[in-house]
């Protein structure tokens, strides 16, 4: 009985994902009120899918507080060691990730330090075992991930470009821009549509950018993450949904309205339709008899003697008159 159900639809099921593209998919965007999806691509697969239904675009985003004062936090032990500048990565290290862009990036400039964060799921170790700048440091917890952020030069979002990245938000490249830290990213729709992120095609590509960005003022990338915030899109989706809950109540009250036995509507389409053959008739003479019988015997002689009338305010076809009568 919610005053609104939401389907918050944030990964393409295709692809890696494409075991969620099943019929429990389709029942749960078919009996949402709404649906919001996080990317310019995955709004068009719904949109074709359910044209009538509201859908809302609404990007993922960052956790503005939790990562602003990132660069004024002390550097973990483990990033000590590590020279600078660190082009850093955090989040999955799973198949969609460009392996090939990165490793040529820190072979072409060994005076760049790569930083990877989190759940190794392609044996990053092995992948990257000739190349000595690159350094795994494992999965963290989100706390702690301020203090490694804060540490990066440059924030990596190194996806393979294709239909699934295409359809993905990046929360980390907000995080990152929520932290000061610039970004680069391959040509993933959401990235290229980013007016702060960087992005390219190639290593040498992203050589270029990294040195355009590299000295990027925080103040002004802060600036655009703090309007990118999850408290911003709340802000902004909370009016719609709102609105969509009053539609919603105004719609079903309609319907209770159309469809109460106390409505002319109800027993128009009643009449119409089943009357007849359901013996509507015969039921109007039956509770007119009822009446009659219950009525105490004083007030039946008062009505028979015209001191009292006889009223029938009833909404169906009158065929209680003659039995009052």
């Given at each position: 009985?919610?005053?609104?159900?939401?389907?918050?639809?944030?990964?393409?099921?295709?692809?890696?994902f494409s075991v969620?593209?099943?019929?429990?998919?389709?029942?749960?965007?078919?009996?949402?009120?709404?649906?919001?999806?996080?990317?310019?691509?995955?709004?068009?697969?719904?949109?074709?899918?359910?044209?009538?239904?509201?859908?809302?675009?609404?990007?993922?985003?960052?956790?503005?507080?939790?990562?602003?004062?990132?660069?004024?936090?002390?550097?973990?032990?483990?990033?000590?060691?590590?020279?600078?500048?660190?082009?850093?990565?955090?989040?999955?290290?799973?198949?969609?990730?460009?392996?090939?862009?990165?490793?040529?990036?820190?072979?072409?400039?060994?005076?760049?330090?790569?930083?990877?964060?989190?759940?190794?799921?392609?044996?990053?170790?092995?992948?990257?075992?000739?190349c000595p700048n690159?350094?795994?440091?494992?999965?963290?917890?989100?706390?702690?991930?301020?203090?490694?952020?804060?540490?990066?030069?440059?924030?990596?979002?190194?996806?393979?470009?294709?239909?699934?990245?295409?359809?993905?938000?990046?929360?980390?490249?907000?995080?990152?821009?929520?932290?000061?830290?610039?970004?680069?990213?391959?040509?993933?729709?959401?990235?290229?549509?980013?007016?702060?992120?960087?992005?390219?095609?190639?290593?040498?590509?992203?050589?270029?950018?990294?040195?355009?960005?590299?000295?990027?003022?925080?103040?002004?990338?802060?600036?655009?993450?703090?309007?990118?915030?999850?408290?911003?899109?709340?802000?902004?989706?909370?009016?719609?949904?709102?609105?969509?809950?009053?539609?919603?109540?105004?719609?079903?009250?309609?319907?209770?309205?159309?469809?109460?036995?106390?409505?002319?509507?109800?027993?128009?389409?009643?009449?119409?339709?089943?009357?007849?053959?359901?013996?509507?008739?015969?039921?109007?003479?039956?509770?007119?008899?009822?009446?009659?019988?219950?009525?105490?015997?004083?007030?039946?002689?008062?009505?028979?003697?015209?001191?009292y009338h006889l009223?029938?305010?009833?909404?169906?076809?009158?065929?209680?008159?003659?039995?009052?009568?």
């Amino acid at each position: 009985h919610a005053d609104l159900v939401v389907f918050d639809y944030i990964d393409e099921a295709a692809e890696e994902f494409s075991v969620w593209n099943n019929l429990d998919l389709q029942k749960a965007m078919e009996a949402a009120d709404v649906i919001t999806v996080v990317s310019q691509r995955l709004y068009h697969i719904v949109k074709h899918l359910f044209p009538e239904k509201p859908l809302i675009l609404m990007p993922n985003a960052a956790d503005f507080e939790h990562f602003c004062d990132a660069k004024k936090v002390a550097a973990p032990l483990e990033l000590q060691h590590i020279s600078k500048p660190i082009l850093g990565f955090m989040g999955s290290i799973a198949s969609w990730i460009d392996v090939s862009i990165v490793k040529e990036v820190a072979k072409q400039r060994l005076d760049w330090s790569i930083v990877l964060l989190g759940n190794d799921y392609i044996g990053v170790e092995s992948l990257f075992a000739d190349c000595p700048n690159v350094f795994f440091l494992g999965r963290k917890f989100y706390h702690e991930l301020p203090s490694y952020v804060g540490q990066f030069a440059v924030g990596m979002v190194p996806f393979q470009v294709r239909d699934m990245t295409h359809s993905s938000s990046p929360i980390k490249m907000y995080e990152y821009l929520a932290a000061g830290v610039p970004v680069i990213s391959t040509p993933i729709q959401e990235a290229i549509d980013c007016p702060y992120v960087a992005t390219g095609a190639t290593a040498t590509e992203w050589v270029n950018e990294i040195e355009r960005i590299i000295t990027k003022h925080p103040e002004e990338l802060q600036s655009f993450a703090l309007q990118e915030s999850w408290e911003a899109r709340v802000k902004q989706i909370e009016p719609i949904l709102s609105d969509l809950a009053k539609n919603k109540e105004r719609k079903q009250v309609e319907r209770r309205e159309t469809f109460s036995p106390t409505t002319s509507t109800y027993w128009d389409i009643r009449f119409l339709t089943d009357w007849e053959n359901l013996n509507g008739r015969n039921q109007t003479s039956f509770f007119a008899n009822v009446i009659i019988d219950y009525l105490p015997q004083n007030i039946k002689k008062e009505i028979q003697n015209s001191t009292y009338h006889l009223c029938d305010v009833g909404c169906a076809l009158g065929d209680g008159i003659p039995v009052y009568a």
